[in-house]
């Protein structure tokens, strides 16, 4: 009698623990660790809160002194001063959160792509990066306006403006402060002439974002430029540029293979290995 019933037991074990195993595991993703850190660590929330505390502290001294410019463009033509001040800030993991369209994507083995982005967009229900809203409230209050300079495409504007406002940012409701790619011409990835466009009618006291391409051109450059770039403006950090993490995806993701599409997946993977520094 007993023995009749241990196999059966065990049977009944491995298939549960089997069934557990399927239902717990995460299909390979090399934005897992990134997801999880940005959604469930305190170290995430208080680095964002950090860098919006600092900005927000160092705030009064733009508005106290008109030669103040977070433009490199500006520095070079003294009538800036006579502008109305403007802060340039991005809107993805800069002000608002995407983290979970990304972990959508882990749980459904999908990649990015350009039909579900959108439609995440259309839903409107990115909440805000922790502390985002009350600096940019702060400014809006202190006569500041506030440009969203965004890589999302113009189709989604309307509904990130919806997010933006249920969230708590203010939108203007006389200009087009939400600049989309591809809402003009010449309007692209890179934001430079969308930028350009604010520095001829407003004084860029700040420039806020996630990526070195929301501060100055750093699109198909190699990895050495790039940290030469932070280096040679390493003072703008900090005082007029304010950046903050996003280790999921970026333009810094694309740098670590030289903007090279086409690569295979060893070929990736041997690239990934001689990046990784074990050298004391």
Do not use: H
């Amino acid at each position: 009698m007993y023995i009749l019933k241990y196999p059966l037991i065990l049977t009944v074990f491995i298939f549960a623990s089997c069934n557990t195993v399927q239902q717990t595991s995460l299909p390979e993703d090399s934005t897992t660790q990134a997801t999880l850190w940005v959604q469930n660590a305190a170290e995430y929330d208080a680095i964002a809160m950090q860098t919006y505390a600092t900005a927000m502290r160092t705030l009064p001294l733009p508005l106290e002194d008109s030669f103040w410019t977070a433009s490199l463009n500006q520095e070079e033509n003294e009538n800036f001063m006579k502008l109305p001040p403007a802060i340039i800030i991005d809107v993805d993991e800069t002000v608002l959160d995407n983290s979970p369209f990304q972990a959508r994507m882990i749980k459904q083995g999908k990649d990015f792509n350009i039909e579900d982005w959108n439609a995440w967009c259309t839903e409107a229900k990115a909440k805000a990066v922790p502390g985002a809203v009350e600096f940019a409230n702060y400014a809006a209050d202190r006569g500041i306006t506030i440009f969203y300079i965004t890589n999302r495409d113009y189709e989604v504007e309307e509904a990130t403006r919806q997010n933006l406002i249920e969230v708590g940012f203010p939108v203007s409701n006389s200009i087009d402060n939400i600049m989309t790619n591809g809402e003009e011409p010449g309007w692209n990835s890179s934001k430079t002439e969308r930028r350009q466009q604010v520095e001829e009618n407003y004084r860029v006291v700040m420039v806020i974002g996630d990526d070195l391409n929301d501060f100055l051109p750093a699109k198909d450059i190699s990895q050495k430029k790039r940290a030469e770039l932070v280096k040679d403006n390493s003072e703008w950090f900090g005082r007029r540029w304010f950046i903050l993490p996003n280790p999921v995806y970026g333009s810094w993701e694309q740098g670590l293979f030289d903007f090279e599409d086409g690569l295979s997946e060893s070929e990736r993977n041997e690239i990934l290995r001689k990046r990784l520094d074990s050298k004391n």
